[in-house]
């Protein structure tokens, strides 16, 4: 007994000692998910460095960056950038960067690094020989300011969609939001000719799209994709409908909403380059900025975003703790529906304030991919939002230079940026446990 | 048959399913029938709302009832009427509905197929439109012999829905980009190719400055029988609705569909690669969406030419079809039928708009709600009281969860 006693003391000692070694060597062995997630993002990489050196044959004289436009108070110089050495330059970097990923060597904080490299690198590349040789400078300030405003209904409905899918409810229907709080938004601010009511009518359409979803998805089970899609459909055939009987035989009367003015912040918006860019916009803007705070305090520092986050990942859990998987839901889905009621009224009270049909033209679709690409986290979700901003924006400045490329494809580079933003650089995410998924008891 | 074509489903409830299958579903009759008038009550309501004169009458209802009442009858009834009219009353509207039906029944299984497998193919609007760039192209630059033109432009557009689906399978499965965001992007991306292709001398139409294609070859337009427009393309389409549905229930393929769909992990453990089965479903969903396109490309229209290519060719064919393939359970038959359903809305609608001045996006919103009423059996149940109650399932044809892949 005794000589047998230490035997299996032995053997636990024995079968725990490997297991160490093999604990410490998982941080050096990579998943097979990260493998060809990183050799994805080093092809790309490469690929778009090789393009950035054919791009080299059609690359004339210098291309210009105009830090001011001919409004500014403060003018700033044009930097003029040689065509030719920087975009030689930027493949160089990219091509670098790509042989970095697929060696695999580059791990932690240097991939990031490198990935930054890369991304810089394409960007500089690729306007340098849009630009060059152009008569008109590209105007930067404008290339910013552009990307806040029209990131800011992106925004809102990407924060809709996390507090919509940390409860888990998936919302496809972002676009159809926008599109019934564009259209309220429209009709009261031209009834009423004022600001705040048309806002208030767009967060109560938005409010009520929101409600539909929840009634169907969380009390009559509907599938939640599904269900997004056919409310967008309700959506484009609902406003479609009221604006061809109603508003555009009256446009005057119903579609003539006022239109918002900027706030400069005093003090900051004074400031060379950046002033003009940050503190000089309009209130939606502002207020984006603030719900983006909001959410994220809500969802991580309240009780109220505990029981979200736990409906969402674990919905039987939370019911037996006394939590209304339910009650929860409805109160996440509604409060999304009032942001991107928010986000819907930019689109009419941020341009003319007037409305056409399906003018929201995609945008919930591509706040619905920058939630996803954000990983369902809120501050993650608005960095995406700006990078689509920013792309929308570079495409529509570069029609203006008449670059090489065509505008009908320049229009479409924001979708393609997705495609390629969601297939090689994100891969698979992990969405909230029970995101799409209705709760019976 | 219709043990099989359900969804696959735990053994117990399957056993309850086949066992009340053998009956005729009336319930499912009953409630559909409600959901309609439902949806068609709201219609209603929207028309009177939004017309001015009728809403004129309504602010002195207390004193003269009538008036008001008498106002919106006239408006909701003259608006259906057209459109039971414009779809069934007679030979020339029911052909309508046939030419109208044709396109949404491709695009439909396409739709329906993905959702077999398990993937949400939002998509079949951008298949559809490289599908009718691929056939139009075809159809008006290459010259052949009368049958053989038709056959080859026919074959490049069920090629070039295939090559739009089959991207969306292949980033699925090789980079887990998720489908709907792809397919979503993709209908984007090839309006804006289409947009771009109808500048350039090879699609623009010689002489004109807007975007227009030149006009198809007769020899590559769908025959018609003379005196409607019931032409080729329904033909067609009730032909891939057979495809489709031996290709599910008869072929090897597509019983890794199914079972992919059923259970992604049960399949890859059966042995069944889940990426091929991916890209496979996606490239033939692509192709039936394609072949949409070809049926706006190379349909006939009312003066028995096609319509040349231009940015709307392929209307919203594509988003017409989820709902199509919904309300059809995502069989084959019921997909057919539900096309042919709103086929009729479509062609009914078209002359709701001529005659009764009612505009055609109010097609658009009932399609829509008669989707969302079906697909809630239990809210129609509670909103009609002698509807007998049944059980409401999470969610008949479409795979569960959503963008949790």
Known sequence: MTALDPAPRADAASSTAPAAPAASAAETVESAEKRR????????????????????????????FALSDAFDEVQLPTVPLPGLPTVVVCAVLCLAAAVAFLSGRVRGRWAVVAATVAGVAVLLGFLTWAAAGRDLPFPVSNQLAGTLSLATPLVFGALCGVLCERAGVVNVSIEGQFLAAAFAAAVVGS???????????????????????????????????????????????????????????????????PVLSTIAIPGLSSIPFFGRVLFDQNVLAYLAIVAVVVVWVLLYRTTWGLRIRSVGEHPQAADTVGISVRGIRWSAVLAGGVLAGLGG??????????????????????????????????????????????????????????????????????????????????????????????YEK | MSTTTGPPRPAPEAGRRARRSTRFPWTDVVTTVAAFVLAFLVGAVLMIVSDTDVRSKFTYFFDRPSDALIASADKVGGAYGALLAGSVGGYGPLTETTAQAAPL????????????????????????????????YVGFSWHLPPVVHLLVAVFAGLVGGAIWGGLVGWLKAGAGA???????????????????????????????????????????????????????????????????????????????????????????TAGMSVARTTVITMAVAGALAGLAGVQAALGPSASGLPIPLTAGIVGSIGFDAITVALLGRSTPLGTVLAGLLFGALHAGGLAMQSVAQTP????????????????????????????????AHASGPVPEGGLAS
């Open chain 1, 37 to 64: 997630q990183r050799i994805s993002t080093g092809v790309l990489i490469g690929i778009v460095g090789l393009l950035l050196l054919l791009a080299l044959g059609s690359t004339r004289g210098q291309a210009r």
């Open chain 1, 191 to 257: 009834i009423t000719q004022s600001v705040p009511a048309a806002i208030l009518a767009a967060m109560v359409a938005g409010l009520a799209m929101a409600a539909l979803l929840a009634l169907f998805s969380i009390n009559y089970l509907v599938n939640q994709v599904v269900l997004g899609v056919v409310l967008n459909l309700l959506a484009v055939g609902v406003t479609g409908f009221l604006f061809d009987q109603l508003v555009q035989p009256a446009s005057s009367t119903y579609n003539n909403a």
């Open chain 1, 345 to 438: 009224s930019f689109f009419t009270l941020a341009s003319t304030g007037q409305f056409t049909k399906e003018f929201t033209v995609g945008n919930g679709f591509i706040a619905l991919a920058a939630l996803i690409m954000g990983r369902w986290r809120p501050v993650l979700a608005t960095i995406m939002c700006l990078f689509f901003g920013f792309v929308t924006q570079m495409a529509s400045q570069l029609q203006t230079l008449s670059t090489p490329m065509p505008s009908q494809l320049l229009l479409v580079l924001p979708y393609i940026a997705t495609i390629i933003a969601v297939a090689g650089l994100v891969g698979r995410v992990r969405a909230p446990a029970a995101d799409g998924i209705p």
């Open chain 2, 105 to 136: 029944i491709c695009a439909g299984l396409g739709v329906a197929l993905a959702f077999r497998a398990g993937l949400f193919n939002i998509g079949a609007q951008g298949q559809a439109i490289v599908g009718s760039i691929f056939a139009a």
């Open chain 2, 178 to 268: 998720h489908e709907v965001i792809v397919t979503i992007m993709l209908n984007y991306v090839a309006a804006g190719l289409l947009d771009y292709l109808l500048t350039t001398t090879v699609f623009q139409r010689p002489g004109r400055t807007d975007p227009i294609s030149p006009i198809v070859d007769w020899s590559a337009t769908f025959p018609r029988l003379a005196g409607g427009q019931l032409h080729l393309g329904f033909l067609l389409a009730i032909l891939a609705a057979v495809f489709v549905w031996w290709f599910l229930e008869r072929s090897t393929t597509g019983f890794a569909i199914r079972a992919v769909g059923a259970n992604p992990h049960a399949a890859a």
């Open chain 2, 360 to 391: 055609l996006t109010l097609t658009t919103a009932l399609q829509a709600l008669i989707v969302l009423f079906v697909a809630a059996p239990a809210l129609v149940t509670r909103l009609v009281p002698f509807v007998r109650t049944r059980k």
